[in-house]
C-alpha cells in the first residue's frame, strides 16, 4: 500500500459545520483529512498551487468576458490563529490580478454612520474576481457581542441579517467560503510569546491582543453562536484546527479549489470572428 | 572560472534610459547584465523571489508603524508585451496582502470628467505598500497622442505636468519605478497570432489589438518622446527588451529589489513595553 501523502476528497466535509456541532470539544490540534503530517502537508500545498493557479485564471477570463461569477472567501479567527499566513501563503498562490484582499478593522467614523454591512457591501468582489475578507462582518456579532459594543438587541438581529445577506450574495453569483480557524489557548499563547521575542515580530504584537485573550471564554462563545447562527446550507462554515500552520493552509487551499470546481467554468468562446482575425493579423506581416 | 548564472549589478544601469537613447536601435531580444540564458533566468528568479518576499515584508511592517515610505511600480508596453506577465510572475512572488494593483483603460465618462491625473491619484499605493500600475498616466501621452484623443497643446503640456506630478510623489515618500517593456513588431505578430490559435487565450485577445498594431510606427515615436521627455533623475524610465520573457521578469524583479533597498528599512521598534508585556502574558497562563 502507498504511504504517498495525500488529501481525502472528504476533507471539505469533514470541516464543515452541522447540526450539533460543538466548538469546546473541538481539536485545534488534529489533520482532518491528511494522510501524512505537516510535512505533507506543505509539499501538498505545492501541488495545489497549480491546480488553484488555472481554476482562477478561468475564473479571471470568465469575468473579463461579461460573466457574472465570483468567490468571496471569508476568513475569521482570533489574533495569531493564521489569517495573515493564509492570505500570504494561499491566496499567495494565484494570479494577484484576480484578488481582491480587504481587512476589516475597527469601524471608520464614517463606516460607523452606516449600517454594519455597508463597508462589506463596497468590498465586494467584482465579477470574475476572488475576494478576500480578512476579517469580515462577523466581527459584528463577535467582537460586538463580547465588549458589548451595541445593545444586544442590536446584535442579537444581525444573525439573521448576516444570514439574508449572504443568501443574496450567493443568488447572485458569488459562492461564499466561510473559513474559521481555531487555536488553542494554549498555542495561541506560545504565539503571542514568540511575537514579544523576537524584534522581526514585534510589528505583529498589539497590547490589545493580551485584552483579547483575557476574554477568550467569551470569544469561544461567541463563535459558538456564529457556527449554530449562521451555518446555512448557501454559506456554511468550514471550521479549521489551525494549531498546524501549515495543515491549515492546505485545508483553506482545498476549499478554494473546490469553490472554483463548483463554477465549473471553461475558457469563453471568442466574441470576434476567429478566421478574420487572423487574415487581419496576416496583413499586417512587414 | 565559475559558469552559474547571474545578475550584474550593472543590470538597473544598463537599462535605464540616458541622454540620447534611441529606441529605433533598441535590441528587443537582449539580454543585458544576465550571464546566461533564457532557462537562467527563471531560475534566478525563484531565487529573487525570497529576497523580495523580506524586503517587501519590511515595507509592509514599515506602514502598519507609522511609516509613510511606498514603491509604485508603472508598467507600460504594447499589447502582448508581458504587463499581465510581470503582475502574476513577480508581483505574485511577494505577499498579495501588501500589494495593490490597479489596471487603467479607457477613461469612465466620471473620470474624464476631471484632469488626467485625477484617477491616477485616487489609485497610490497606501504607506508601506507596493503599487503597481499596469498601464498609467502614461496612456494620456501615448494613445492620447496616437489616435488625437486630445488636442496637441493638451497632449504637449501633460509631458510638464507628469514630471511635476511624479516629483511630487518621491517628495512624499514613493519611490516611482518606471518600466516599459518593449517588444519586436515580429514577436508581438507571433503573440497575437497564438492568441488566436489557442481557444484558452482567446480572451486575452481584442480586434482593437491590430488597430493598435497598424499604428506601430506611431506608437514608437509616441514611446520614444516619453522617454526623451519623462525620465528625470529622481523618477528615470527603465526600457526592457522583452521579447524574452523570462529574462524581462528577472529584470523587472531587480529594479523591484533594488527600489526596496534603497528605502534601506529595518524591523520597526516596539511602540509598547515588552518586558512588561511579557509579564502581562505570563499572566495568562493556565
Redesign the interface.
Known amino acids: 500500500m502507498s504511504k504517498k501523502p495525500s488529501l481525502s476528497h472528504e476533507l471539505t466535509e469533514q470541516l464543515r459545520v452541522r447540526e450539533g456541532f460543538d466548538l469546546a470539544s473541538f481539536d485545534r490540534g488534529a489533520r482532518p483529512g491528511l494522510k501524512g503530517g505537516s510535512s505533507a502537508a506543505e509539499d501538498l500545498l505545492v501541488e495545489q498551487g497549480g491546480i488553484l493557479d488555472e481554476l482562477q485564471e478561468k475564473l479571471y477570463?470568465h469575468g473579463?468576458?461579461g460573466g457574472t461569477r465570483s468567490v468571496l472567501l471569508v476568513l475569521q479567527g482570533l489574533d495569531t490563529a493564521g489569517k495573515?499566513g493564509i492570505?500570504?501563503h494561499v491566496?499567495?498562490l494565484?494570479?494577484?490580478?484576480g484578488?481582491s484582499?480587504r481587512?476589516f478593522g475597527v469601524p471608520t467614523e464614517e463606516e460607523r454612520a452606516h449600517d454594519f454591512l455597508w463597508r462589506i457591501r463596497r468590498a465586494l468582489p467584482q465579477p470574475g474576481r476572488i475576494g478576500v475578507f480578512?476579517r469580515s462582518h462577523y466581527e459584528d456579532v463577535l467582537v460586538a457581542r463580547v465588549d458589548e459594543l451595541v445593545p444586544p438587541d442590536v446584535w442579537e438581529s444581525r444573525y439573521d441579517l448576516i444570514n439574508d445577506f449572504e443568501a443574496e450574495l450567493v443568488a447572485a453569483g458569488t459562492v461564499v467560503v466561510k473559513v474559521a480557524l481555531m487555536v488553542s489557548?494554549e498555542e495561541q499563547?506560545e504565539r503571542?510569546?514568540e511575537r514579544?521575542e523576537r524584534?522581526?515580530k514585534?510589528?505583529?504584537?498589539n497590547?490589545g491582543d493580551?485584552d483579547t485573550?483575557?476574554r477568550w471564554d467569551d470569544y469561544q462563545e461567541a463563535y459558538q453562536a456564529v457556527f449554530d447562527r449562521t451555518s446555512t446550507p448557501h454559506a456554511p462554515w468550514h471550521v479549521i484546527p489551525a494549531d498546524d500552520k501549515r495543515y491549515a493552509r492546505l485545508a483553506v487551499s482545498q476549499l478554494l479549489v473546490e469553490a472554483l470546481e463548483s463554477l465549473d467554468l471553461d475558457?469563453?468562446?471568442?466574441d470576434?470572428d476567429?478566421a478574420a482575425?487572423?487574415e487581419?493579423?496576416e496583413a499586417?506581416?512587414?
Open positions: 477570463a473579463r468576458s495573515g492570505v500570504r491566496v499567495g494565484v494570479d494577484p490580478q484578488v484582499i481587512s480578512d489557548y499563547g503571542l510569546a514579544l524584534p522581526d514585534h510589528w505583529k504584537y497590547p493580551i485573550r483575557l475558457w469563453p468562446q471568442a470576434f476567429v482575425e487572423k487581419r493579423l499586417t506581416r512587414r
